[in-house]
C-alpha cells in the first residue's frame, strides 16, 4: 500500500556495519509492525509498536536488533554488526489504534538488505 | 499461539486453470482469516478476508470459504490469468491478539 512508506527500498551493508531501517505509517496509524522475510521462510513477525512503547518484541532476536518508533518521525528498525545470515527483506506494516479482528495490516514496499 | 500452513509451491498452472492454494490454521478463539497477495519486488496487499465461520471473501475473482469444521480457508480461482502470478499468504488474527500470524507463502506462476 502505498501509504506506508519505507526506505530506502534496498541497501547493501558490509559484515560488521550497522544498517537502519526507516518506515513512515498511514497516516492516521498509530501502529507498526515489522516483519522480516526470508527465502523460502515466508514471513516471521519481529516486533509490534505503538509511539514511544514497544508492545511486543517477542519475534525479534535477542542481540544486534532494536526497533523504536519515536514520537515524531518514522519507526526505525536498527541491526548492528550486520551478518551474511541478516540479509532479508524487512517490511513494516501499520494499523489504526487497535487492529480488531476485522482489521487489516498496511504494508510497505520493503527494504531489501544484503549484507556482503 | 496462531499457526497457519499453507501448501508448498510453486503452483505453475497454464492461463485459464483453475486453481486451489490450500490453507488451515490452529487459533484460539474464533480468528478472523486473510488471504494477502505479494507481487514481485513488492509488498503484501490484502487480497480478501473473512471474520466468521462460513463466511466467504471474495476479490478479483478470488474466493475463500472459512471452515471451521476443517479450520480451513483454501484460496480458489475459476480461470488464473497471467497477471495472477505471485505470493499468496494465509494469515490469521485471533481476537485479543494485535498480531496477525501468516503462512509461508504459496507461489504461483501462471503461464500463458
Known amino acids: 500500500n502505498a501509504g506506508v512508506m519505507q526506505n530506502p527500498r534496498h541497501l547493501v551493508r558490509r559484515r560488521g556495519q550497522e544498517a537502519r531501517l526507516r518506515c513512515s505509517p498511514m497516516k492516521g496509524h498509530s501502529h507498526v509492525y515489522w516483519y522480516r522475510q526470508l527465502p523460502e521462510e515466508g514471513l516471521k513477525f519481529m516486533v509490534y509498536?505503538?509511539?514511544?512503547?514497544?508492545?511486543?518484541e517477542s519475534g525479534m532476536p535477542k542481540e544486534r536488533f532494536s526497533a523504536e518508533f519515536p514520537k515524531e518521525g518514522p519507526s526505525i528498525l536498527r541491526i548492528q554488526q550486520v551478518v551474511r545470515g541478516d540479509s532479508a527483506a524487512y517490511f513494516c506494516a501499520s494499523s489504526p489504534p487497535s487492529l480488531t479482528r476485522d482489521g487489516e495490516a498496511f504494508f510497505g514496499q520493503g527494504t531489501r538488505l544484503t549484507v556482503v | 499461539g496462531n499457526s497457519v500452513t499453507q501448501m508448498e509451491g510453486p503452483v505453475t498452472l497454464s492461463e485459464e486453470a483453475f486453481l486451489t492454494i490450500n490453507c488451515t490454521y490452529t487459533a484460539t478463539g474464533y480468528p478472523s482469516l486473510f488471504w494477502y497477495v505479494q507481487y514481485p519486488g513488492e509488498g503484501l496487499q490484502l487480497l480478501l478476508k473473512a471474520t466468521k465461520a462460513d463466511d466467504k471473501g471474495s476479490n478479483k475473482g478470488f474466493e475463500a470459504t472459512y471452515r471451521k469444521e476443517t479450520t480451513s480457508f483454501h484460496l480458489e480461482k475459476g480461470s488464473v490469468q497471467v497477471s495472477d502470478s505471485a505470493v499468496y499468504f494465509c494469515?490469521?488474527?485471533?481476537?485479543?491478539?494485535?498480531?496477525?500470524?501468516f503462512g509461508r507463502g504459496t507461489s504461483l506462476i501462471v503461464h500463458p
Open positions: 494469515a490469521t488474527l485471533s481476537g485479543g491478539s494485535y498480531i496477525p500470524t
Open positions: 509498536l505503538q509511539k514511544e512503547n514497544i508492545i511486543d
